[in-house]
């Protein structure tokens, strides 16, 4: 399948309203202040001159065009016109003097290419094709003197993105040759699963959750870029990788645990918000270069659960980690508990242990928009994210606009408008978690995760798509459960106070709004499920991750236990309760989606009535 562009994409409804937040928000304004942004070495001033200014263009770019905002398009063409000015006559475009390159950890030159094949994409600024050669050819020479080491050496497969983009426009033989010196000399962290099997406290390259994550698509690109003649990887190597991850280190939100590293899976251990966008990314490529409807499942998984999650609701502050039972967000003791993380790792704030999620975050959404809709071939257009979203293109020579109206995944059901006088196929994605669906009101069914209608549309034509979901307990380690409901899971929130810290940390002001924040729970958390039957409740919203006002609740039957918290961590509740004897009478509780919640307890012991004394018959 082939990814489309903000020219042929358009957000809708609730997805419209999240990205108009991240805009009001940090990701929208870290050029006004970081300084790590905003006085950065890529611009002519003194700070970062590394990651930082590519990773927050990444984002920034399509959110900027995305929502048409002509104030954000100009502030992200003064970062490309600097960056495009620094680049040298040779082509070498890292923000570095010429004794520095040798030193320099070209893992920036892949990330800024990246930028640049995104806003070529966005504005189609006739300047990138040729600074993307000449980069590119000049690292021809650099890499053959000195193959890539630290953090290039193991994200080698990123710089494939703007050498296919390049190869698709200038088929030329050295480009090919580039893809096959990349993959030579990167590492292969396939290769190191045995690692993963067994995460330990001790931080290392082969199981740090980024490069895991961006790794995850590195089989399959190569394949697309080489043209598929390099039988020595395999479409299949990311599915089998992503199920090692699962089985040892997957959390109940989709994602692996990797706080920084692979850490288990213990619903304390933390996830990278790095890692959430990272693998959002590279699911975003997966399911375009394998067409498997289950990268779109894995997708919507960590967009609707792990995203949301790991920002506040007003998108001003973030959390480096986050976890699934988080009952508390303040600066733990000495140690953490986090495998390779500093204490403050699960603040939210403006850059709580380190600063990449801060500049990285704000690809999330308006990546995961642009994947709303793909194309396969010449005459189908596919449905992938099932966003409120809108694309306008020509198909078979004809033009075709077709949108989606839709409340998924808070609701069941997908409104699509198509408008178009031509024969095309539109095929849909069915999620794994519908247990049927109707289209039209009739009974379908899915094959491989798709159904697909083609016919000759004539004018305005509606079709509306309802799935059954099914509600789930889903086992997790040490004996505890997670409610899930299609895509969607369902935590027990904790009452909340915030309360701000603002100061002046390295010459880095945090003020108001983007000051970090203690997170203090106000309400009881230590529960258990002691029914297993369950009421869904749906609700008026206008936004979609509201705590305030989630969008569905279940209710549930549940009652308190003695779960305890962690030795010295007053802060964390134990990785599994104490004792699961019952305090008291059942209670009915509301649970509401995971990504709506900023504390909360996701997995939990399931006491069966014989089990507790105390539940009313």
Known sequence: MKKLTVNEISPG????????????????????????????????GTKEGWERVPYWLDGFIPLAFLLKNEDMIARAKRYIDKILEGQCEDGWICPCTEAERKSYDVWALYLILKVLVVWQECAGDARIEETVYRALWQYRDHIRASAPS????????ECLISVLWLYERRPEKWL????????????????????????????TMYTHVVNIAMSLKAGPLYRRVVQAKDVSVRDSDAERLFRLLQKYNGTVAGHFTGDECLSGTSPVHGTELCGVVEAMYSYEWLAAL??????????????????PAAISPDMWSHQYDQQSNQICCTVQNEPSVFNTNSPDANVFGLEPNFGCCTANFGQGWPKFALSSFMTEGADTLVSVA???????????????????????????????????????????????WAQSFTVNGRNERAEEGWYTL???????????????????MLPRAHGLYALKRGPLVFSLPIAEQWTPREYVKDGVERKYPYCDYDVIPQSKWNYAFCSDEFIVQENAFSAAFSPQAPPVEIEAEMCE????????????CNEKPKDRKPLG????????????????????????????PNRSL
């Open 386 to 432: 099932l966003v409120p979203a809108a694309v306008t293109l020509a198909l078979g020579g004809a033009p075709v606009r077709v949108t989606l109206d839709t409340q998924y995944p808070f609701r069941n059901v997908l409104v699509y408008t198509v408008e178009a006088e031509c024969e095309f196929a539109l095929k849909i994605r069915i999620p794994s």
């Open 561 to 572: 236990i003695d779960w305890g918290t962690m030795p010295g961590q007053p802060s964390v």
């Open 290 to 307: 394998t067409g498997k409807s289950i990268w779109g499942d894995r997708l919507e998984m960590l967009a609707f659960n792990a995203l």
């Open 454 to 472: 083609r016919k000759v549309w004539a004018g305005k034509e509606r079709l509306e798509v309802v799935f059954q979901f099914k509600i789930e």
């Open 150 to 157: 630290g953090w290039a050496g193991m994200r080698w497969c």
């Open 585 to 612: 009478r059942p209670e009915r509780k509301k649970l509401i989606p995971y990504g709506c919640t900023d504390l909360r307890m996701s997995e939990m012991p399931f006491i069966k009535g014989r089990d507790n």
């Open 13 to 44: 409804g609730w997805l419209k309203k999240q990205l108009e937040v991240q805009a009001a928000g940090l990701a929208g304004n870290l050029d006004k202040v970081w300084p790590d942004v905003r006085d950065s070495r890529w611009i002519g």
């Open 176 to 203: 090919l040759e580039l893809a096959r010196i990349l993959k030579a000399t990167g590492a292969h962290l396939g290769e190191a699963g045995a690692l993963w099997k067994k995460p330990e406290k001790n931080w």
